[in-house]
């Protein structure tokens, strides 16, 4: 089993402010990927990262893959409420499969 | 595209009992699917991987006697828990691989479980 851990755990954030999610791993992924889960559903995929050092943006959301690709950030910009959620990321390995990070569950005060 | 539905979305047995959960790939064939368990605040854990036509596999610490994996066809797949009991209780949440594409992993909706 492959294990990634995010930090921080928990983030509780002001509407507006700039926040950063980490995800560490000792394993080395074929690529990774970022979700976010709302509470009673199922995780949403946001973004898939493959080269290392790749930089992804979705809008306020900046995704990077590290170039030893072990390790990824996320970058909000301008937190808003709607971002609040539990966002995870996952190391895919080279047989496809996922393993999910530990999780950072984020909430934006209005 | 690449709608996964699960069902019941959620279930409240009484120890003891056996609850199936269905898996269903409603778009695409799917001959991989997965099953995970999400605690309360925590991630997602990997219990098996199920392959159309063929026996799961079980990831360490999960007991196949007690998590039954059916994968009868290219868009099903079923987890029974046999034998519930409260700490069973948990969310599961299944997803399917596409056929055609190979990678991508789609995830359901999720099945609430409750053992009383």
């Known amino acids: 089993t492959q294990l990634l851990e995010q930090s921080p755990q928990f983030l509780s954030i002001q509407e507006g402010e700039n926040l950063t999610v980490y995800c560490n791993s000792s394993s080395v992924f074929s690529s990774l990927q970022w979700y976010r889960q709302e509470p009673g559903e199922g995780p949403v995929l946001l973004v898939t990262?493959?080269?290392?050092?790749e930089v992804k943006k979705l809008k306020r959301l900046t995704f990077q893959f590290g170039d030893a690709r072990k390790d990824s950030s996320l970058h909000i910009t301008a937190a808003q409420p709607g971002d609040t959620g539990l966002y995870l990321c996952?190391?895919?390995?080279?047989?496809?499969?996922?393993?999910f990070g530990t999780g950072t569950r984020l909430t934006v005060i209005p | 595209g690449a709608v996964v539905s699960q069902h019941p979305s959620r279930v409240i047995c009484k120890s003891g009992t056996s609850v199936k959960i269905e898996c269903r790939s409603l778009d695409f064939q799917a001959t991989t699917m997965f099953w995970y368990r999400q605690f309360p605040k925590k991630s997602l854990m990997l219990m098996a991987t199920?392959?159309?036509?063929?026996?799961?596999?079980?990831e360490q610490g999960v007991e196949k006697d007690k998590f039954l994996i059916n994968h009868a066809s290219l868009t099903l797949s079923t987890l029974t828990v046999t034998s519930a009991h409260p700490e069973d209780s948990s969310f599961y949440i299944c997803?399917?691989?596409?056929?055609?594409?190979?990678?991508?992993?789609?995830f359901g909706p999720g099945t609430r479980l409750l053992v009383l």
């Open positions: 997803s399917a691989r596409d056929r055609v594409t190979g990678k991508a992993q789609y």
């Open positions: 996952a190391g895919v390995t080279g047989a496809n499969n996922l393993f």
């Open positions: 990262v493959v080269t290392g050092g």
């Open positions: 199920s392959n159309e036509g063929s026996k799961a596999t079980y």
